[in-house]
């Protein structure tokens, strides 16, 4: 299983980001993103299920959307209207559910909001 994660850069705040994270290797029940700001711990961005049904944090909802290409097994992130409190290393995950519940991660991308 790999998760190849893409799209992170420097943006201006109230800019505009897209991230897209390409997953093989298996078909994912849930996908989603995570992210972590130095000093901090790993918090949830948003996440998707297989039938489309998403969850958000409250700090990116109505900011962020969280989309998949079951197709092409992609996960996707569009962060509009940015801060630079979203600045953080955004992490692509992904869970399998077959009686217990197995996790993976890809490597993180950078994300930088300029104020």
């Known amino acids: 299983v790999q998760l190849q994660a893409s799209g992170g850069g420097l943006v201006q705040a109230g800019g505009s980001l897209r991230l897209s994270c390409a997953a093989s290797?298996?078909?994912?029940?849930?996908m989603g993103w995570y992210r972590q700001a130095p000093g901090k711990e790993r918090e949830l961005v948003a996440t998707?299920?297989?039938?489309?049904?998403?969850n958000y944090a409250g700090a990116v909802k109505g900011r962020f959307t969280i989309s998949r290409d079951n197709a092409n097994n992609t996960v996707y992130l569009q962060m509009d209207s940015v801060k630079p409190e979203d600045t953080a290393v955004y992490y692509c995950?992904?869970?399998?559910?077959?009686?217990?519940?197995?996790?993976?991660w890809g490597k993180g991308t950078q994300v930088t909001v300029s104020s």
């Open positions: 998707i299920s297989k039938d489309g049904t998403t």
């Open positions: 995950n992904a869970k399998i559910y077959t009686g217990v519940t197995v996790t993976y």
């Open positions: 290797g298996s078909i994912f029940n849930t």
